[in-house]
């Protein structure tokens, strides 16, 4: 009897192992996916930060141009800038992205990043050639922004 009550203790305890080593990885899991998802955020509030900085330096000095990089967290592919003054030509904008031109129309936006971010970004006094630029992006993107007084001129540098 004594055989099969170690038996019995052996295998009791090797079930409570597995539970435990499960929970432990479960957990785990969890804490890197969260980590994961608040690195970005911070990423995508540090884009947004020194894009509206960099934009607002440079607004009132005018003639000067300046090399503005941002660091875009990687999920994202494009990044479409649209001047703020809703009055702006904006090309074909509203033919290649409608979505987003119905949302800038708002006032409520006008930097997206695709996929669509959660969180709304407007950097007013923006004026972009042609009303608007779209650009592929992969991690890090230098802007071209000129000051022109009382708004700022984003391109491409």
Known sequence: MNCKA???GQIFILVIAAIVFILILGYGYSAVS???RSSEQVALIEFKTSLSSGVEQIKS???SIRKLSLRIPKK???L???SSDTRED???FQAGFPVLFEIWQTGSE???L???QESPVFISDVVVANGYFCIGVSGVIDLKVKGLGDKTEVSVW
Do not use: A, E
């Open 6 to 8: 170690q038996m019995v």
């Open 34 to 36: 969260n980590f994961i």
């Open 61 to 63: 000095d005018y003639g």
């Open 76 to 78: 994202y592919q494009t």
């Open 80 to 82: 479409c800038i649209v």
């Open 90 to 92: 904006t090309g074909d």
């Open 110 to 112: 006008n930097v997206f």
């Open 114 to 116: 695709i996929p669509k």
